[in-house]
């Protein structure tokens, strides 16, 4: 499933399907794939935030931390959960 999509899944550029997987692994962890607080965050720190800073601080400001490849790897089936 592709919830966060910057980029199509067949884009060679694994740096924004690492920040996809991320992201959507917030949601998965709320309990609620739909859950209104993380998706309100979303919009805050992704979404309509644009260029008004750089993207790394912008995604730790959403989730607090830097991007972990874990998900991405997880999504791939290169790792276990």
Known sequence: MEFLV?????SSNKSFQVLDADVF???E???NVFDPDV???ARQYIYSSGNT????E?????RGRDPDIK???EK???ANN
Do not use: C, I, N, V
């Not at 800073?53 to 790394?56: G, R």
């Not at 912008?58 to 959403?62: A, I, K, N």
């Open 6 to 10: 910057m980029l199509p899944p067949s």
């Open 25 to 27: 692994a917030a949601f």
């Open 29 to 31: 962890e709320s309990g």
């Open 39 to 41: 998706a309100s965050k």
């Open 53 to 56: 800073e750089a993207p790394d």
């Open 58 to 62: 912008l995604f730790r400001s959403f």
């Open 71 to 73: 998900f991405l790897l």
């Open 76 to 78: 791939l089936g290169l």
